[in-house]
């Protein structure tokens, strides 16, 4: 074995040596160089190939600053946007988990001296929210991807759409019911008087029955005592009235329609309930939409091959034939030709398999027949996102 063999005891100590991260006053950032200790720096300082980097930033040194600047922005944003989305965080643990990484960018080569600094610019810059707190500084990441922009506006629309179907369906249960109440008399309001009396000089008697109030002359106590004497002894012979037809028309009438929006309620609570926040089954044909794998794979379909935690897929690329591990994030589904077969991924009718009959673009909503299950052969609506065609 020789001496400066790869597997010699003393190649191994260094690369043991050198694992892992080092200390950063021993770091030449210009040739992105680790140093083990202070006779290696200083014997690297001296070496020719550092000099003519040297040489090389010296001509132009704010293009490499901003060149280093950028290159650091883009990795922690990149961090930032990856591992916690739109998540507050502290920007300490954010930094931490960046210089975990021994190729990342040293903050000493950049623009800005201190981590405090750093934050500041995102939030002047308007890449991320940021607040000061007693515990520090702390990070939200806004998240201005046009394919993340479109997508909530697609759903904001077929939202609203969703919205004017139900306005539509109430305004027309309310013009049957108003047409049904149309023929029907009003009922009278009682009209309220004043009491007026023409002569000051005379009594009222009150008649304590429930039938009627006599005002009379001054016999007033003699009808007063006995009207009361016969409300004792005699029980009121006077039953409640039953209500009028229209009444009872106009309530059973809006118990139909309490009952309809009942109905509906539950329907869509029910459809909410069987919905899940993720959709990945194996052996369909999905569309990569991330950008961050390069044109290669762009805008190109795969099949899923294996789901792996509900969220995560392993994809084998039609073209090529690349097995690539992605998020359902970074896919969307396919809509195939009207007659192919899809299987339906959420909502009530999720895991069967059906065949695509037409396209509804103002819905944002598919005609599908479903061609398995105990309900076969029912023809159903669904939305674009919630099926995707069959490998």
Same mark, same amino acid.
């Given at each position: 074995m020789g001496k400066n063999d790869f597997l010699s005891p003393k190649a191994i100590a260094n690369r043991i040596k050198s694992k892992g991260l080092q200390k950063l006053r021993w770091y030449c950032q210009m040739c992105q160089k680790q140093c083990r200790d202070e006779n290696g720096f200083k014997c690297h300082c001296m070496s020719e190939s550092h000099q003519r980097q040297l040489l090389l930033a010296s001509e132009n040194p704010r293009k490499f600053m901003d060149s280093f600047s950028n290159e650091f922005k883009s990795g922690f944003l990149e961090l930032l946007r990856r591992r916690f989305g739109t998540k507050r965080v502290h920007n300490n643990i954010i930094y931490n988990e960046y210089?975990?990484?021994?190729?990342?960018?040293?903050?000493?080569?950049?623009?800005?001296?201190?981590?405090?600094?750093f934050t500041k610019w995102l939030g002047r810059e308007g890449l991320c929210k940021v607040d000061e707190t007693p515990k520090g500084w702390y990070i939200e990441y806004i998240d201005r991807d046009p394919e993340t922009i479109r997508r909530q506006e697609e759903l904001a629309r077929k939202k609203k759409h969703e919205m004017d179907d139900e306005e539509r369906a109430a305004k027309f249960i309310e013009e049957q019911v108003r047409?049904?109440?149309?023929?029907?008399?009003?009922?009278?309001?009682?009209?309220?008087?004043?009491?007026?009396?023409?002569?000051?000089?005379?009594?009222?008697?009150?008649?304590l029955s429930l039938s009627s109030s006599v005002a009379g002359p001054s016999t007033s106590s003699s009808v007063l005592g006995a009207s009361a004497l016969k409300t004792a002894a005699a029980p009121s012979t006077k039953r409640k009235e039953p209500p009028s037809s229209s009444e009872s028309r106009e309530r059973r009438k809006k118990s139909a329609l309490e009952e309809i929006i009942e109905m509906e309620e539950k329907k869509k609570?029910?459809?909410?309930?069987?919905?899940?926040?993720?959709?990945?089954?194996?052996?369909?044909?999905?569309?990569?939409?991330?950008?961050r794998l390069g044109e290669k794979y762009h805008k190109k379909k795969g099949v899923i091959m294996e789901v792996q935690d509900k969220y995560a /897929?392993?994809? *084998?690329? #039609?073209?090529?034939?690349?097995?690539?591990?992605? %998020?359902?994030?970074? +896919?969307?589904?396919? =809509?195939? /030709?009207?007659? *192919?077969? #899809?299987?339906?991924?959420?909502?009530?009718?999720? %895991?069967?398999?059906? +065949?695509?009959?037409? =396209?509804?673009?103002?819905?944002?909503?598919?005609?599908?027949?479903?061609?398995?299950?105990?309900?076969?052969?029912?023809?159903?609506?669904?939305?674009?996102?919630?099926?995707?065609?069959?490998?």
């Open positions: 210089i975990s990484d021994r190729e990342h960018v040293h903050m000493n080569s950049t623009k800005w001296e201190t981590l405090t600094e047409r049904g109440l149309g023929g029907k008399e009003a009922e009278e309001t009682p009209v309220y008087t004043e009491l007026k009396r023409d002569n000051e000089e005379e009594k009222v008697a009150f008649n609570k029910k459809q909410e309930s069987v919905r899940t926040d993720y959709w990945m089954q194996p052996n369909i044909v999905v569309k990569v939409v991330t950008k /897929a392993v994809v *084998k690329m #039609v073209d090529s034939g690349d097995k690539l591990k992605l %998020d359902q994030n970074h +896919v969307e589904t396919v =809509i195939p /030709a009207p007659g *192919k077969r #899809v299987l339906i991924l959420n909502g009530p009718f999720r %895991d069967t398999e059906a +065949v695509l009959d037409g =396209i509804d673009e103002k819905k944002f909503c598919a005609t599908l027949t479903l061609d398995s299950g105990h309900q076969k052969g029912k023809r159903v609506e669904v939305a674009y996102e919630d099926f995707s065609k069959l490998a």
